[in-house]
């Protein structure tokens, strides 16, 4: 079975620092372009940053560059999300998804992980 399958999250004080992992499995990360969504209730998925398949570009919404950061290891089969200076505005639920597509849209995107609660306190 192809999969992503996500872990970390969780909550943490404004300030603060975590790190979601994606996991492929039956799925070779790299051979994938991965890319960090985040949703809201009531609102559209929104993209958050993106790497291609060997992690020389990256790419991130103005919302969180400077803070977040993506980066992957191949050999592990694996993509992270490190988000540092989280803000209350952060909070919302982050997928990873990869695909050969390599871009901002998520309905481009063709593999999608469970999806990860994260939270932050003010």
């Known amino acids: 079975q192809v999969q992503l399958v996500q872990s970390g999250g969780g909550l943490v004080q404004a300030g603060g620092s975590l790190r979601l992992s994606c996991a492929g499995y039956?799925?070779?990360?790299?051979?994938?372009?991965v890319a960090w969504f985040r949703q809201t209730p009531g609102k559209v998925r929104e993209f958050v940053g993106r790497i291609d398949r060997n992690g020389d570009f990256a790419d991130y919404a103005d919302a969180v560059k400077g803070r977040f950061t993506v980066s992957r290891d191949n050999g592990k089969n694996m993509v992270y999300l490190q988000m540092n200076n989280l803000k209350p505005e952060d909070t919302a639920i982050y997928y990873c998804?990869?695909?050969?597509?390599?871009?901002?849209?998520?309905?481009?995107?063709?593999?999608w992980g469970q999806g990860t609660q994260v939270t932050i306190s003010s």
């Open positions: 998804a990869g695909s050969i597509y390599n871009g901002r849209d998520p309905g481009k995107y063709v593999h």
């Open positions: 039956g799925l070779s990360v790299s051979n994938n372009a």
